[in-house]
Each structure stands twice: as structure tokens, then as C-alpha cells.
């Protein structure tokens, strides 16, 4: 429900009458059929329908690996654990992302060192990256921000010069290329995503995509208790075998159920994204005139996902905040998201490392000012443009009027 606090700033009915969520996955007929086809197999954890996803994984990146896992947290963390990554290890990385990237290495017992980011595409920025490589930098891990690639060039060159590995945090990025290879194409390590809110979902869900041979064998090991044969291999119609424990591994496989959806979402990859693409360029087109709003860069060596459509508020022209403007939007029933706030400012890591305001300048301005507006398929050129309309309509107030909160006395302006 809409928080009333600021309707009462200007009064009149909101943007939307009915909430648009922030996100709402595409199912049809396709995704229904592969699972009802999962269920009636009799055979619902990790099989043959995991083992098709990976195929067909294999074949779109065309890369010789592609292990299925329950999440892309657990796809980087095998990445990590099978690359040999673990205390007393430093990985640059980005502070703008998910929980997940910084949360990985500490779970290995590595450091995370935040690099700073590009002020256009807020990916990592190679001359900062540069600046944070020392004696115990084992990796960097970049992530391919909202679906845009990261500058993939100038990266491996530095990982090249210094002897690093390089793990990429894929997980906004299916479908994404960089001057004209897929992100994950040619990877020693990129972790994919299918949670609920991404451009394709198997409701949870992961794949860990590589080169090697022997990270691909350790995953598949690790995924699944570290055993020796999977529940398919065990369960079989061959004779009775039994399994031993090579590695104390996790419980990060990806069920038939799950990699069903999965199927039947890859196979509209291409689609939904040329619908996400259009849904883009509406955005571009009515938000060109708003000069409190910085657009999402897109550089015209790559392919972006179109994951999400990210815009930064300059707050420095308005008498709100990223947090009111947030709010207000939120009063006109849309629904918005925020990717992300900078990781090294969350309790956790100014406690356990001591990291501060001022580590990386760019990376929180935009922590500051980001806010997403929903981007899927299936919304129409309606949606768009009540979403356009609710964040004009906002920044307007924002421009003029201080902000006030219903402690204040506006709640019973909205209440009348
Ligand atoms: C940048 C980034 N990395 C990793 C993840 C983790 O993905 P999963 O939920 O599949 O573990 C997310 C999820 O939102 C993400 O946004």
C-alpha cells in the first residue's frame, strides 16, 4: 500500500490507481508444460531436466562447462572454494551490487577490496581496480551492473599483468555481450542468476559457466555434499553402487522443478529481451527532458541485458532526498527498486574492516541517487508512461517544496 505521508503534498488522486509491482516474472503455457512434464516423470530433484539446462546453457554461451546450481550466490562461492581462493586472499571488487558479492569472500575467509566505479556505467572502473591491486590480490570479481558489461578489455588485461583470476558476478547479464562475445562466453569463472526478479527465472536458481575443466569437475562434486555420485547416477537402473564423500561439499543443487522453468525461460531469452530493449527506449525517450535525472548509459561497444533501468536523481537541485523522492513514488503506486546501495557503507563492513565514507567516491554518489523502475515483459506502454508521469510529477515537488512528513501535520490533508 501506498505510503500516504507525502500525498498530502500536493493532494489529488495518484498516478496509478492499481500498484504496478516493481517486477512480475513472464510465465505462459511453455513454463506450465515443462513442469507438469517434471512432475508426472517422477523424478523432481536434480536429473535429467538439470542436465538439459546445462546443455542448453553450454550451447547459448558456447562455452565447454556449465554447471546448474540453486543460486548464483552458490555459483560464485564453488567458484571461489574451486579456485582456490581463501584466507588471507584479497578480491577487487565493486561496492555497488548485491549482499552476495562482498558476503562470498567473507564466507571463504578472503577480503573484500572495493574498487571504484565508472561515473557513466557504474561498473568497475580499471584505474581504480588498478590502484587496489597488491601482494595478497588473488582475484577480481567484476559485476556487470544493471546488465551492462563491465569494460571486459581493460579488466583482463590488469588480471593478465598481475596474475589474477577473474570471477564474474553475471547474475544482471544473460544475454549481454561485450564487443560482440556473450558475457560468460569466455570466461574462466561467470555466475548466472535465475531468481525471481531476473530476465529469466526458474523462480531460484544458478549456473556457474566455464573454461576449466577442473573448476567444472570440482562444482559438480561440490554442489551436491561433496559426494561421489549424484542422487541421478545413485537412483538409476545400473547396478547398485555405493557413493563416497571426496570433498565436504554443500547442498547447492538445482531441482528438476526449478531447471523445468529454467528451460522454458531460456528458450524465450531472446524475446524478452528485445522486449525489455523496447521497453528501454520508451523510458529514454520520455525521460530525455528531465534534467533532475541522470539515464542509464548504454556504450556503444556492447549489448546490455536491459536487466534494469537504473536512473540517478540529482539531488543536489531538490530540497528531498533519494529516500522521499523513493517514498513519494512509491505514494503514486509504482513500484521501485534500489541496485544498490554501496556495500561498504552496510553495517557489517564499516564494523568488520573499518570501511568508510570517502573509500570510493563514485560508487556513493550513486548509492545516493539510484533508484530502478519496473522493467519487464509483458508492460505495457501504459505502465511506462505512468511511471514517467509519477516521477515527474514527484520531482516537480521536489524542486519546489520542502519535504514534509506526516509527523509534521500532513497526514490530515491526505486523510480528507
Ligand atoms: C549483482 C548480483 N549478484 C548476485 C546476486 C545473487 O543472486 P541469487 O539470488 O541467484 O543468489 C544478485 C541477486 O539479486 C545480484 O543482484
Known amino acids: 500500500m501506498a505510503d500516504p505521508t507525502v500525498l498530502a503534498l500536493w493532494g489529488g488522486p495518484p498516478a496509478r490507481a492499481e500498484f504496478l509491482p516493481f517486477h512480475r516474472p513472464s510465465f505462459g503455457p511453455e513454463e506450465e508444460a515443462e513442469v507438469v512434464d517434471t512432475l508426472r516423470s517422477g523424478w523432481v530433484t536434480m536429473g535429467p531436466k538439470t542436465h538439459r539446462l546445462e546443455a542448453a546453457f553450454r550451447e547459448m554461451l558456447e562455452v565447454p562447462y556449465a554447471v546448474a546450481v540453486s543460486s548464483c550466490t552458490a555459483a560464485i562461492h564453488l567458484a571461489l572454494i574451486g579456485l582456490g581462493i581463501g584466507p588471507g586472499d584479497e578480491v577487487v571488487t565493486t561496492p555497488l551490487s548485491f549482499a552476495t558479492t562482498a558476503n562470498v569472500l567473507v564466507h571463504v575467509g578472503a577480503t573484500p577490496v572495493f574498487a571504484d566505479v565508472e561515473s557513466d556505467t557504474l561498473n568497475l572502473d580499471p584505474v581504480s581496480v588498478a590502484a587496489r591491486i597488491g601482494p595478497r590480490t588473488k582475484a577480481i570479481m567484476p559485476v556487470h551492473l544493471h546488465g551492462h558489461p563491465c569494460d571486459m578489455d581493460a579488466l583482463r588485461d590488469l588480471a593478465n599483468r598481475h596474475g589474477l583470476l577473474m570471477i564474474e558476478d553475471a547474475?544482471?547479464?544473460?544475454?549481454?555481450?561485450?564487443?560482440?562475445?556473450?558475457?560468460?562466453?569466455?570466461?574462466?569463472?561467470?555466475?548466472?542468476?535465475?531468481?525471481?526478479?531476473?530476465?529469466?527465472?526458474?523462480?531460484?536458481?544458478?549456473?556457474?559457466?566455464?573454461?576449466?575443466?577442473?573448476?567444472?569437475?570440482?562444482?559438480?562434486?561440490?554442489?551436491?555434499?561433496?559426494?561421489?555420485?549424484?542422487?541421478?547416477?545413485?537412483?538409476?537402473?545400473?547396478?547398485?553402487?555405493?557413493?563416497?564423500?571426496?570433498?565436504?561439499?554443500y547442498k547447492y543443487n538445482l531441482?528438476?522443478?526449478?531447471?523445468?522453468i529454467g528451460l522454458a525461460q531460456l528458450s524465450k531469452l531472446e524475446k524478452f529481451m528485445v522486449e525489455r530493449q523496447c521497453l528501454w527506449q520508451q523510458y529514454d525517450a520520455l525521460l530525455a527532458g528531465l534534467p533532475e535525472v541522470i539515464r542509464p548509459a548504454v556504450r556503444p561497444d556492447v549489448r546490455s541485458s536491459c536487466h534494469l533501468y537504473s536512473l540517478r536523481v540529482k539531488v543536489e537541485r531538490l530540497r528531498w532526498t533519494r529516500d522521499q523522492i523513493l517514498a513519494a513514488i512509491q505514494a503514486e503506486n509504482i513500484g521501485l527498486g534500489v541496485h544498490f546501495r554501496a556495500l561498504h557503507l552496510h553495517p557489517y563492513y564499516r564494523e568488520r574492516f573499518g570501511f568508510q565514507r570517502g573509500l570510493c567516491p563514485a560508487a556513493e554518489a550513486a548509492s545516493?541517487?539510484?533508484?530502478?523502475?519496473?522493467?519487464?515483459?509483458?508492460?505495457?506502454?501504459a505502465d511506462v508512461r505512468d511511471v514517467v508521469g509519477a516521477v515527474t510529477k514527484v520531482l516537480d515537488v521536489a524542486r519546489q517544496h520542502a519535504f514534509r512528513s506526516s509527523a509534521e501535520g500532513c497526514s490530515a490533508a491526505v486523510t480528507s
Open 368 to 381: 545516493d541517487r539510484l533508484f530502478s523502475l519496473p522493467l519487464y515483459p509483458g508492460l505495457g506502454e
Open 255 to 260: 531441482s528438476d522443478v526449478h531447471a523445468a
Open 171 to 249: 547474475a544482471h547479464a544473460i544475454g549481454a555481450a561485450y564487443r560482440g562475445r556473450k558475457i560468460g562466453a569466455d570466461s574462466t569463472a561467470a555466475a548466472f542468476s535465475f531468481y525471481a526478479t531476473k530476465n529469466i527465472t526458474a523462480g531460484e536458481g544458478g549456473m556457474l559457466a566455464t573454461q576449466r575443466k577442473d573448476l567444472a569437475e570440482r562444482a559438480e562434486i561440490l554442489r551436491l555434499h561433496g559426494l561421489s555420485r549424484g542422487a541421478w547416477k545413485r537412483y538409476g537402473s545400473q547396478d547398485f553402487q555405493h557413493w563416497d564423500i571426496l570433498l565436504p561439499g
